[in-house]
């Protein structure tokens, strides 16, 4: 029988301060006890107009991993991702994902999500992902954070 995994962001929602960096691990988890070459493909939709200077780093889950394919759209929003190595089993993070968001109003939501061409293939078998989580992004605009409270702004004799 195929083996089951997930694959999903941590953490799932995430505070943002509008152009500041914010960091998501894509880990796995229900990885398969042994220890194989696989293929990880990963394809995210984001948001552009709310996430921008979008970099993925690989992580430690396959030992001297190999970038297969790398396109991130900041148009469309579309990130296309594969890599391929030796699961060692010792870590969990496929990868990395570094990005800056962008918001001038109020507090707003946007979402990272995994498209259907995410997956991770073995030497014989292809893992069912049977399941996948985006993540939630709450974006406060940076100017509420330079305003001082009332008490740091009087001082006290």
């Given at each position: 029988?195929?083996?089951?995994?997930f694959v999903l962001f941590s953490p799932n929602e995430?505070?943002?301060v509008s152009r500041q960096p914010v960091l998501l691990n894509i880990i796995a988890e229900g990885r398969p006890a042994s220890m194989s070459s696989q293929i990880i493909q990963i394809e995210l939709?984001?948001?552009?107009?709310?996430?921008?200077?979008?970099?993925?780093?690989?992580?430690?889950y396959l030992e001297n991993p190999q970038i297969l394919y790398e396109r991130i759209d900041l148009k469309n929003g579309r990130i296309s991702y594969a890599l391929k190595g030796t699961n060692q089993n010792r870590e969990s993070?496929?990868?990395?994902?570094?990005?800056?968001?962008?918001?001038?109003g109020l507090e707003k939501q946007t979402k990272i999500e995994f498209q259907p061409k995410t997956l991770i293939k073995g030497e014989l078998k292809n893992?069912?992902?049977?399941?996948t989580e985006g993540a939630t992004i709450?974006?406060?605009?940076?100017i509420f954070r330079d305003i001082?409270?009332?008490?740091s702004s009087v001082k006290l004799k």
């Open positions: 029988p195929p083996t089951r995994s995430v505070n943002a939709s984001f948001d552009p107009k709310v996430i921008y200077n979008l970099k993925i780093i690989p992580g430690a993070k496929i990868a990395y994902l570094t990005f800056n968001t962008i918001n001038n893992f069912i992902l049977n399941k709450i974006v406060s605009p940076a001082p409270t009332a008490s």
